[in-house]
């Protein structure tokens, strides 16, 4: 059996600001006994203030993801401690032709924060998530004539 619930809000302020929360959780139980199912997730919380112009078609944000500890844990499963990642993201938007291209930089785990995700295969090898990272990415739409069009 699984309970659970997720909820998201988003709350827009001073025109071009905004912040969003959301909050995922589940508790996976088996019904013969009684005991948590292996690789379940712990409470999370995501977090974020950005900043939006869609005018000059630019976002800029701060993400903070909170995950608690997971004590709940199957037979032969170790307990995850919980965590707590910092992101910063920059988002801007250019036409050339008519596609839209939208290149993205980002960093992730901003405090190079130390952390086992309790769903990861590696945490049995006690093999962290990734340190600090940087993420630099560019989407370039490819259009195509569909067959009805040719």
């Known amino acids: 059996m699984h ?7 988003i709350y827009r302020f001073l025109d ?3 912040l969003l929360s959301s909050l995922e959780y589940v508790y996976p139980v088996n019904l013969d006994t ?3 199912l292996p690789f379940s997730p712990p409470l999370s919380v995501v977090s974020e203030l950005y900043y939006h112009n869609t005018d000059k078609k630019f976002r800029i944000g701060m993400q903070v993801n909170y995950t ?12 995850t401690d919980g965590y707590t990642v910092f992101n910063i ?5 250019f036409n050339i032709g008519r596609n839209e291209i939208i290149a993205l930089i980002a960093v992730r785990n ?3 924060k130390y952390y086992l995700n309790h769903l990861s295969y590696y945490r049995r090898l006690n093999i962290p998530e990734q340190g600090r990272n940087l993420i630099f990415s560019v ?6 004539n569909s067959i009805n069009n040719v």
Do not use: C, H
């Not at 309970?3 to 809000?9: F, H, K, Q, R, S």
């Not at 989407?139 to 195509?144: A, D, G, L, N, S």
């Open 139 to 144: 989407k370039i739409p490819f259009k195509t």
């Open 68 to 79: 608690a500890s997971q004590e709940i844990v199957a037979i032969n499963e170790s307990p």
């Open 3 to 9: 309970y659970g619930a997720e909820a998201t809000v």
């Open 16 to 18: 071009n600001f905004g």
């Open 110 to 112: 901003l405090t190079d």
């Open 89 to 93: 993201s920059a988002q801007k938007s």
């Open 34 to 36: 009684r005991k948590a």
